[in-house]
């Protein structure tokens, strides 16, 4: 659906049906000998790994049918990210704004999580210094039972609001309500065309009745909340980190994608999970090796495909494996962990 309004020059907003669908199970069953020799090193480290520490973007999520922001399949197909997520498009055009964010918290709601979820939360539960810094605000590692104190919401939440207004202090967590107003039911389908909604139909605080409440994402210019950004500071000056999960970000945003750097320059090693891994990335550190002291020697690994296949993998030797299995009312639980706390 294409539509034609002020906001955009080139949008094609709400179409987002162009999802990163994941690669087969069968990927995982068919390794390479130098895709098993990576995995084997890459968890020889994990397992001596004591502090560890994982960035996770919306490829995290893609598998569970979220679309991720950028590249193929990218949310904004059409459509220049920058040009929804700040405050600028907000006063611009609140109903727009309001009406991608409102099919968004639908498709959230809708959306289950997957098995890299999972095999994160379990992680944190067996690893006291294991945290998980998210720039989702899907909400999905929560609902897969990630411990709150182990995961950082660096972008803020979908289900969060916040009033506009300079002289209210509004803000409300966890707020789950569908459609928000009745108005806001045109966007309760992540491909619903555009209608204008007049500012009497969209959010307003229930605190100053006047002011019109917003989603409390965290958009361009924008800071990152103080008590996430601190949480995460505090960890990484605590010790040295010995290992970083780099999942399903591009990467692109700062202040999060600077995480990576600052582990690498404390002496911490990178593993990537990404459906695209792109040359520089998958570069061996020590081509030149033969490959069981380059793979010994290894700073950093890669592993191309779908997150919700590898990460449980590669999380295995500390996790056990992680089976889903969705309960009578459609909740999934994380059900088979096999590896025993001996
Ligand atoms: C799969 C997969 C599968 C697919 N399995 N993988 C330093 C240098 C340059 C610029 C800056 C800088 N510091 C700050 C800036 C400016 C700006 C910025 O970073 N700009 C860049 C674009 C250059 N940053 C900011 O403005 C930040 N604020 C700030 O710095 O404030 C300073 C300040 C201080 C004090 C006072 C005031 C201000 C705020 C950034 C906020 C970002 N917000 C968004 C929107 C959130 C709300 C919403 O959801 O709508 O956050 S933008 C969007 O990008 C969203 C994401 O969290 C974020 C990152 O995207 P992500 O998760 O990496 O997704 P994608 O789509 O990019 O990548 C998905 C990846 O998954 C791809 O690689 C796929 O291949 C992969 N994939 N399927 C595995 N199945």
């Keep these: 659906m294409t539509v034609d309004h002020p906001v955009s020059r080139s949008a094609v907003p709400y179409q987002f049906d162009n999802h990163v669908f ?48 950028r590249g193929t399949g990218g949310l904004w197909r059409n459509y220049d990210a920058m040009e929804l997520a700040t405050p600028e498009a907000f006063s611009n055009d609140p109903s727009l704004v309001w009406q991608f964010y409102s099919a968004r918290r639908a498709a959230a709601l809708q959306a289950m999580p997957n098995k890299a979820h999972y095999a994160l939360a379990e992680l944190a539960k067996r690893m006291p210094d294991f945290l998980t810094l998210t720039q989702n605000v899907d909400g999905l590692s929560t609902r897969a039972n990630h411990p709150p104190n182990q995961l950082l919401h660096l972008h803020g939440s979908l289900f969060s609001l916040k009033c506009t207004s300079f002289y209210c202090d509004f803000q409300e967590d966890n707020h789950f309500t569908h459609p928000l107003t009745p108005e806001l039911a045109i966007a309760s389908e992540i491909s619903a065309p555009y209608a204008h909604i007049p500012l009497s139909g969209l959010p307003h605080c229930p605190k100053c009745h006047t002011g019109l409440l917003r989603p409390g994402v965290v958009w361009f210019g924008e800071a990152l909340p103080w008590r996430a950004v601190k949480a995460a500071d505090d960890f990484i000056s605590a010790g040295k980190v010995d290992l970083i999960l780099v999942i399903g970000t591009s990467g692109t945003v700062y202040p999060a994608a600077g995480y990576v750097d600052r582990i690498r320059m404390q002496g911490g090693k990178v ?15 020590f081509p030149e090796m033969e490959p069981e002291r380059s793979y010994a020697n290894r700073t950093k690994w890669t592993f191309e495909g779908d997150a919700a296949e590898w990460v449980p ?4 030797p500390i996790i056990g494996p992680i089976e889903v299995q969705e309960g009578s009312d459609g909740e999934r639980f994380n059900l088979a962990v096999g590896r025993s706390d001996d």
């Design 22 to 69: 994941p690669t087969p199970s069968t990927q995982l069953e068919t390794l390479t000998p130098s895709a098993a020799a990576n995995l084997a090193s890459f968890q020889a480290y994990l397992r001596s790994s004591k502090r560890i520490l994982a960035l996770v973007g919306a490829g995290l999520s893609a598998s569970s049918g979220l679309p991720t922001f």
């Design 271 to 285: 593993a990537v999970f990404n459906i695209d891994i792109d040359d520089s990335e998958g570069e061996d550190d």
């Design 313 to 316: 993998v590669a999380l295995e």
